[in-house]
């Protein structure tokens, strides 16, 4: 299956004539989607200018669709969080320490009513093609490996509202050490807010299409993360997701871990009939030998990768986590989409 689709993710924009240039930039790059990053102070301050900005992509030639970057600090995503400023509550609870953390907890009605809110207004005002569900993942724990001696112990989330709905469903007091009921306890909430809200989007408008991205982990015997969204299983049998995505990979990592990762989510995608997207890291890191982003972009085609996407404009150029040469790894990627894309 050739690749259809090849994105740019974008924010920090307000502007209409000011996108228009930079849309302009990733059409040259090859690209012919872009994933509007849309965080909880644009939505709340740049609001009218967002339709402006879907349209004036759409009047270039680019699918746009729109990302509720790092909303709660529930999706991954560097900027600030209005809910969590505006609320002490519906936080996510160590379950060792009882410590309130900075991450909205999404089990609770609080955060998702926003979530909701916030997508569905998106839907029926902003007029694009759909949204894309940016790393969602519970606060602890990560990077789990028994292998390097040590399990991480701690995880997330024991506050209150997820204490009484697993009491209401097992019986018993959630545990405060992880059993097998609190994992698929985890994993079931985990879906609910996304399944409804995807459902709701689709309801408005049955075109909108939902890509779900997902940490890429490798979920075997010795290493499982426990995002919450770890059993790709579930995440790419949601009826309502259109597009099953693993997330970027260090290109530091060796190939074996890529081509793991990439046939498994390819696996995962087509089993439930979704398309799949993987992606390549366009910002912070770079191969030490730019040949590295051709070799990884034709093990993703060969793979069967439908979509393939890179985080973010121009390399990261002018932000603390632009790659060291931005946009000589901007421009690579550029040529690497104009040379796969099947139009
Ligand atoms: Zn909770």
């Known amino acids: 299956m050739p690749i259809t689709q090849t994105a740019v993710s974008y924010y920090g924009l307000g502007y209409v004539e000011h996108a228009a240039v930079d849309f ?12 509007l990053a849309v965080t909880e102070f644009d939505f709340d301050f740049w609001r009218p200018n967002i339709p402006k900005i879907v349209e004036k992509g759409h009047e270039l030639g680019l699918k746009v669709v729109l990302d509720p ?25 160590s379950a060792l320490t009882g410590e309130k953390l900075p991450y909205a907890c999404f089990n609770t009605n609080s955060f998702r009513n926003y979530f909701m809110n916030f997508c569905v207004t998106l839907a029926k005002e902003a007029g694009a093609d759909g949204f894309f569900w940016d790393e969602p993942h519970y606060a602890f724990p990560k990077g789990i490996a028994s292998i ?17 709905k697993f009491m209401d469903y097992y019986g018993y007091e959630m545990p405060k050490y992880m059993n097998d009921d609190v994992k698929q306890f985890r994993w079931r909430e985990a879906m609910e807010i996304l399944s409804n809200t995807s459902k709701a989007i689709k309801e408005i408008n049955a075109k909108q299409e939902i890509t779900c991205c997902v940490h890429a982990t490798q979920n075997t015997y010795y290493v499982t993360e426990y995002r919450g969204y770890d059993n790709w299983d579930t995440v790419a049998a949601c009826p309502y997701f259109d597009v099953f995505s693993t997330t970027i990979l260090n290109w530091a990592l060796p190939e074996a871990f890529f081509r793991d990762i990439t046939e ?19 910002y912070y890191k770079q191969p030490a030998d730019f040949a590295q982003i051709d070799k990884t972009v034709d093990l993703y085609e060969s793979l069967g990768v439908d979509r393939l996407s890179s985080w ?19 421009d690579r990627i550029g040529e690497n989409y104009k040379r796969v894309l099947k139009k």
């Not at 498994?264 to 366009?282: D, N, P």
Request: charged fraction near 20%.
């Open 264 to 282: 498994r989510t390819v696996a995962a995608a087509r089993k439930y009939g979704k398309k799949s997207e993987r992606w390549l890291m366009g």
């Open 24 to 35: 302009q930039e990733m059409i040259a790059h090859g690209c012919n989607t872009v994933y």
């Open 148 to 164: 390097t001696g040590g399990v991480a112990d701690d995880w997330t989330c024991r506050c209150p509202v997820c204490q009484k």
């Open 69 to 93: 970057w790092g909303i709660g600090k529930y999706f991954g995503g560097e900027q600030v969080s209005k809910f969590l400023q505006n609320n002490t509550e519906n936080r996510q609870v």
């Open 312 to 330: 973010t404009y121009r390399g990261g150029y002018g932000t603390v986590l632009a790659a060291p040469d931005a946009l000589k790894l901007w």
